[in-house]
């Protein structure tokens, strides 16, 4: 067991609005659209007129298909469409930045050394995790390019679990799954990433309110903790 010292600009203020956003569109993106109806041109049917346009005293009609008659063309049904809409990547990381302060608030981030499997074999890899503690779904985030095959095979025919690489994992998944378990190496690439995408305005307050701190005199207070994930 250890530490690892996280970033409060990372691992700080939750956004529960950005975070509900960043859902909204990764559902969205994900919705196959596939729905579609027949109108007036697609559906069976002679295109004849029925009967001629006066002097039969009844309605005018000019096809059996119709939106009015039975087994007629719909009108203004769905088609086949895609739901994707753009979305900020700032937003986006500022999302994923709200997702991983939530799961360090709740007690449910853990950071490994590393994935170091030496076969592959799934009822080891469960074991490890029932010494993790990990009794419900989990996620799992490899540095990108990690290559290792027997993380892979070992993991995913664990029913809830789930692995990612570090430049993949989305807020949606964070949020979905019970636990995050990172590797080192990819928690630490990833602070950097959502460290350097902070807005300029960001990290001028945070370097200005560094330098107040050292200049002013502090009072005499407890001791506060800096904010740190263990390390198993």
Do not use: C
Request: no cysteine.
């Amino acid at each position: 067991m250890g530490t690892l010292e996280l970033a409060d600009e990372v691992f700080g203020a939750v956004n529960e609005d950005l975070l509900w956003e960043a859902v909204k569109h990764y559902r969205a993106a994900r919705h196959a659209g596939t729905h579609a109806t027949k109108n007036k041109k697609l559906v069976s049917g002679a295109g004849k007129k029925l009967w001629k346009q006066k002097g039969t005293g009844r309605a005018r009609v000019g096809s059996i298909r119709s939106p009015l008659w039975r087994h007629g063309g719909t009108v203004h049904g769905p088609q086949p469409r895609s739901y994707e809409y753009a979305f900020p990547r700032k937003k986006l990381l500022g999302a994923l930045r709200s997702a991983l302060a939530a799961k360090l608030a709740d007690g449910k981030l853990i950071v490994v050394n590393a994935f170091s499997l030496k076969e592959v074999k799934t009822k080891t890899f469960r074991e490890a995790l029932d010494k993790l503690k990990v009794d419900s779904t989990a996620l799992l985030i490899e540095a990108p390019n990690h290559g290792n095959r027997n993380l892979v095979l070992s993991s995913r025919n664990l029913e809830g679990v789930e692995l990612v690489s570090g430049n993949e994992v989305h807020p949606y998944h964070l949020l979905r799954y019970d636990r995050a378990i990172f590797s080192q190496p990819a928690i630490e690439k990833l602070q950097i990433t959502l460290k350097n995408s902070l807005p300029k305005r960001h990290k001028h307050a945070a370097e200005d309110e560094g330098s107040a701190k050292k200049a002013a005199k502090a009072p005499r207070r407890r001791p506060k903790h800096e904010k740190a994930a263990e390390v198993a």
